[in-house]
């Protein structure tokens, strides 16, 4: 029998279930080329038919591997689609979290400062360090500079030596037990310096907040 013999379908044979090479996806394609032919009132020989067969059969397993990889390509372009979008909602939320912290860190900073200065507990020499950088900003020949100091802080300076009279014989030291340990303001005819806590937090905060 010659190819012209080949038996032409009257309708298409759906092979779109032979996406998978297993016993019941050939059983189907037998039955589906058996009953097609049948239909027709004519026989094929066994070799024409075992043709026909693997052709469909192939053709079968052909699309569905299709349909397997236009489902993969779908299915990559979902996962990137959706990795896409949670990366930027991440990239959001870390630049929302950096500006949070960037708002609170002036005040992180002004709050660890304090916590510090409350308490340090400074030593006599430390105590001069200060009262020495205020009375940088005054004329010594002035006259009439108070020093202000919290009384323990005078009596660490005092009992330290009498260099530091000897060497400032113009100040009139005050206790002032307002102030904290290691805090001191001068006072002098044409001005004022002021070393307290507060004060410093104060500049800290113009300079790190209001500036």
Known sequence: ???????????????????????????????????AATGLGRGLSEQELEALKSAAYAEGVEAGRQLERD?????AARLNTEYRQSFSSLELARADLVEQVQALL?????????????AWQPDAEAIEAVVQELLAGFDAAEGDIRVYLHPDSMQQLLAAGDAFRAGNPHLDLQADGALQ??????EGRFGLADARYSSKLLNLRKVLIDE
Do not use: H
């Open 106 to 118: 002036p005040e992180l900073v002004i709050e660890g400062v304090g916590r510090i200065l409350q």
């Open 181 to 186: 340990v290691g805090e001191c303001r001068v």
């Open 71 to 75: 489902a993969s390509g779908l299915e």
């Open 1 to 35: 029998m010659t190819s012209s013999n080949f038996v032409s379908f009257t309708r298409p044979i759906s092979f779109a279930t032979l996406s998978r090479s297993d016993r019941t996806s050939e059983s189907r394609v037998d039955a589906e080329v058996d009953t």
